[in-house]
């Protein structure tokens, strides 16, 4: 759980050329996270990187894919049939796949990225973040993993994994697995600081 990690000497930093945004379908009840995900949105565009996301175009969700669309980036939905009706996706997106069932949208949306990031969430947004940490730490993929905590938002997530830790079903290590920033401005300088992944996923995952 760290913000900053020296460049290998070995492993230079990757070009960041995807990014998969987890995040919430509803915008909560702070006008602070749908900034957030508007300025991340723009911020991807701005710096070519496709936004790869879960498809709808409510919620977070949809903030995030309207605003990287509005300033002239590539968007990737990935959504399951029956979520589809549901989370509606958005129009005009890049390219849009619709799959058969969650574990398929998953690892399409892995296989898609080059890192991860999280806005605040329900507990979908925690179910795929605490995935992707699980498959680093099982050592299936070494890709970026970035927690936004905008004000404090993943603060009791971040204290229970501590809690794990002191009871003993967890080690110190893993929180070395994913780095936590407050902001957006962090995110780029965080990702160029980090060395490329040695992992090849298509050689550990299902």
Not at 40 to 66: D, E, F
Not at 144 to 157: A, E
Request: charged share 15%; glycine share 8%; hydrophobic share 40%.
């Amino acid at each position: 759980m760290t913000t900053t990690t020296p460049k290998s000497a070995h492993h230079p930093a990757t070009r960041i050329n995807s990014i998969c945004v987890y995040c919430g379908s509803k915008v909560g009840n702070e006008p602070k996270f749908q900034k957030l995900a508007a300025t991340l949105g723009t911020t991807l565009a701005q710096n070519n990187i496709r936004l790869v996301y879960g498809g709808g175009s409510i919620g977070l969700m949809g903030i995030i894919a309207r605003a990287t669309l509005s300033a002239g980036g590539n968007v990737t939905g990935v959504i399951p049939g029956h979520l589809d009706r549901v989370e509606i996706s958005q129009d005009g997106l890049t390219e849009l796949h619709v799959v058969p069932n969650m574990h398929i949208r998953k690892r399409k949306m892995f296989d898609l990225s080059d890192a991860f990031v999280i806005l605040p969430g329900s507990i979908g947004t925690l179910d795929e973040t605490i995935e992707v940490i699980t498959w680093a730490q099982l050592n299936l993929h070494d890709k970026p993993i970035i927690l936004v905590n905008v004000d404090n938002y993943w603060q009791p997530f971040l204290d229970l994994l501590e809690h794990i830790i002191g009871k003993g079903f967890m080690t110190e290590s893993t929180l070395d697995l994913f780095h936590v920033i407050n902001d957006i401005e962090t995110l780029l300088p965080t990702l160029n600081t980090l060395p490329s992944p040695q992992i090849d996923p298509k050689n550990t995952l299902f």
